[in-house]
């Protein structure tokens, strides 16, 4: 059974940093894609970040490109998302999934359907 469990999230002040990990269990990922997405209130989930297991490759949405990075740890299994100059904007509940996307991975990462399992979620939240 795949699991996914998302830990990390607290409250913070704008400026301030965070790192979550996302620790993923129940098969061998080696050929899955790792993504963030994050839901605020009232709004649609959106993509975050992702990162191939195998090449390591990442992507980004334009709002968090250059505050924020993707890595992993093979030997943990486990994702990290490192989030720095944190704004109010960026408060939402955050979730890992994974994914498999075989093609066009930049294009379809950034897209919740193309991801099977999912976390619990993590809250973030910046205040001003």
């Known amino acids: 059974q795949v699991q996914l469990v998302e830990s990390g999230g607290g409250l913070v002040q704008a400026g301030g940093s965070l790192r979550l990990s996302c620790a993923a269990s129940g098969r061998t990922f080696s050929r899955y894609t790792l993504g963030w997405f994050r839901q605020a209130p009232g709004k649609e989930r959106e993509f975050v970040a992702a990162i191939t ?8 949405a334009d709002s ?65």
């Open 53 to 60: 297991w195998s090449s390591g490759s990442t992507y980004y």
């Open 64 to 128: 968090v490109k250059g505050r924020f990075t993707i890595s992993r740890d093979n030997a943990k299994n486990t994702v990290y998302l490192q989030m720095n100059s944190l704004k109010p904007e960026d408060t939402a509940v955050y979730y890992c999934a994974a994914g498999r996307i075989d093609t066009l991975v930049y294009l379809y990462s950034r897209r919740p359907t193309a991801y099977d399992y999912w976390g619990q979620g993590t809250q973030v939240t910046v205040s001003s």
